[in-house]
C-alpha cells in the first residue's frame, strides 16, 4: 500500500450527494483540516446533489459526479460506477452515510481495498428514514463483517447500532463531528447587525432554533415553549432558522398564529453563514425526537451561547452542564430557557462552554484521529478482491 517513499495514501470517499446538510457540512470540515501532503482524496458523488460543489473546489478536490438515478443502477451503470473508483486506485474506501457505505462495500469487495463506514444519525423508529434508506441498511449486513471499521457520530448512535443492528463493537469507533474553531466564536460586531437588521433591541432575549423543516425536528414543541415564554416575558423573541422556515411554510405560519406568537418570531429559512448567526442569539434551543450528533449545539457553545435540548443522541455529552437538558414537553422547555435567560452568569457560563467544545471537539484533533487510523488501516493485509 504505502511505499518507503511514503507516498500520499489515497482515500476515496463515497457519498450519495453534495446537497446542504450536516452531514455534507461535516465531511467539507474534516477534509479541510486533512495534511494534503499525507493524503490524496478524491470524492465520489453517486447521485446529482451539487450545491456544496464550490467549496469542495476550494478544497482542491475536484469530484467525480455519476449521476446515477436513486433505485434505478442498470448493469451499464454499476460498470461505470466500478471502472470509475478503479481508475482512482484507492487505498482505503470511506462510504459517507448509509447509501455511501453499502456503495463503498461493494466496491471495496471488488477492489481489494480496506473499506470503512460513516454513520451520521441514530437509525431508530423516532428518526423517519425513507424505506428505500431502511433496504439500504438491511443490505448492507450483508458486508458488515468485512468492514474494517464503523466510525459512528455519537455514542448513543453507535450503542444503537451494536444493539438492534447487531453490528460488530470490536470495530465501531465513536468519532464526533469537528468544528472550526476560529469560525465559530464570539462576534459582537455580527450580533449587533442581525439584530438590528430583525429589528431587535439589545435588551430583548432572543432564543433561536437552527434546523431545516421536517417532522423529527419538532418545530411544534419549540413554537409552544415560546407560546408559554412570551406570556411571561412580552420582549422575548424567536427566530427559526432552517431549509423550508420561511414565509412560504403555512404550517408554520398556522402555528404561530394560532400560538398568539405573532410579530414575535423571524424566519429566516436556510442560512449561509450560521457561524454569524448564533451570536445574535441569548439562547439557542434544539427540539428534535432523534438525533445523532446534534451539531447545532456545540456550534452555538463555540459561540459562546448557552442551550436547551432534548435529550437525544449525544446532546448530554456535549452540552455537559453549559445549558439545560430536558424531557420533550413545552412546559420544560419553557422553564429552562427563562432559568438561563435570568441567569445574571449567563455570559461567563457561555464562554466555559466554549472552552468544554475547543477542548474536545475541535477539528484539528477530529481530523487528526481519523488520519492515524487511515494510516494503521492501509498499512494492514487488506482484503482479498472479489470479483
Known amino acids: 500500500m504505502l511505499s518507503s517513499m511514503r507516498q500520499p495514501l489515497r482515500l476515496c470517499i463515497v457519498i450519495t450527494g453534495l446537497g446542504v446538510g450536516g452531514a455534507e ?18 470524492v465520489v458523488v453517486l447521485g446529482r446533489e451539487d450545491a456544496l460543489v464550490p467549496q469542495l ?52 469487495a471488488r477492489l481489494g481495498v480496506p473499506v470503512c463506514w460513516s454513520v451520521r444519525d ?39 447500532c451494536i444493539e438492534h443492528l447487531k453490528w460488530p463493537e470490536k470495530r465501531t469507533v465513536v468519532l464526533p463531528n469537528g468544528l472550526d474553531l476560529d469560525r465559530f466564536r464570539p462576534n459582537a460586531s455580527t450580533r449587533r447587525a442581525y439584530r438590528s437588521e430583525w429589528g431587535f433591541s439589545e435588551d430583548e432575549l432572543v432564543v433561536g432554533m437552527v434546523a431545516r ?38 404550517t408554520l405560519k398556522a402555528w404561530i398564529t394560532e400560538l398568539g406568537l405573532g410579530d414575535a418570531v423571524r424566519l429566516l429559512g436556510q442560512h ?78 457561555g464562554l466555559a462552554g466554549r472552552r468544554h467544545i475547543a477542548a474536545n471537539y475541535a477539528v484539528e484533533q477530529i481530523a487528526a484521529r481519523l488520519m492515524r487510523y487511515y494510516t494503521r488501516f492501509a498499512a494492514a493485509k487488506p482484503p482479498k478482491a472479489s470479483v
Not at 230 to 244: N, Q
Open 25 to 42: 457540512y461535516a465531511l467539507l470540515k474534516l477534509l479541510a483540516a486533512f495534511d494534503r501532503d499525507r493524503f490524496a482524496i478524491s
Open 57 to 108: 473546489r476550494r478544497l482542491g478536490i475536484e469530484p467525480v459526479m455519476l449521476g446515477l438515478k436513486p433505485g434505478r443502477w442498470p448493469f451499464g451503470e454499476i460498470r461505470r460506477l466500478i471502472r470509475s473508483v478503479r481508475a482512482l486506485e484507492p487505498d482505503i474506501l470511506q462510504g459517507w452515510m448509509y447509501h455511501g457505505n453499502l456503495a463503498a462495500s461493494f466496491l471495496g
Open 213 to 250: 423543516w421536517h417532522p423529527v425536528k419538532n418545530h411544534r414543541l419549540f413554537l409552544e415553549a415560546a407560546a408559554l415564554l412570551h406570556k411571561k416575558r412580552p420582549k422575548a423573541r424567536f427566530v427559526l432558522v432552517g431549509k423550508r422556515l420561511d414565509e412560504g411554510n403555512q
Open 272 to 349: 449561509a453563514e450560521l457561524e454569524a448567526l448564533y451570536p445574535a442569539f441569548d439562547l439557542v434551543a434544539l427540539t428534535s425526537r432523534s438525533e445523532g450528533f446534534p451539531n447545532v449545539l456545540a456550534e452555538a457553545l463555540a459561540c459562546g451561547v448557552l442551550v436547551v435540548s432534548t435529550n437525544v443522541g449525544d446532546a448530554r455529552e456535549i452540552v455537559a452542564g453549559h445549558g439545560r437538558i430536558v424531557a420533550a414537553r413545552p412546559e420544560a422547555m419553557a422553564e429552562a430557557w427563562a432559568e438561563i435567560l435570568d441567569d445574571p452568569t449567563r455570559a461567563a457560563r
Open 122 to 160: 441514530t437509525p431508530d423508529a423516532a428518526h423517519p428514514l425513507s424505506r428505500f434508506t431502511r433496504l439500504v441498511i438491511r443490505v448492507s449486513h450483508w458486508y458488515v463483517d468485512r468492514v474494517t471499521c464503523i466510525f459512528n457520530v455519537s455514542a448513543h448512535s453507535a450503542r444503537y
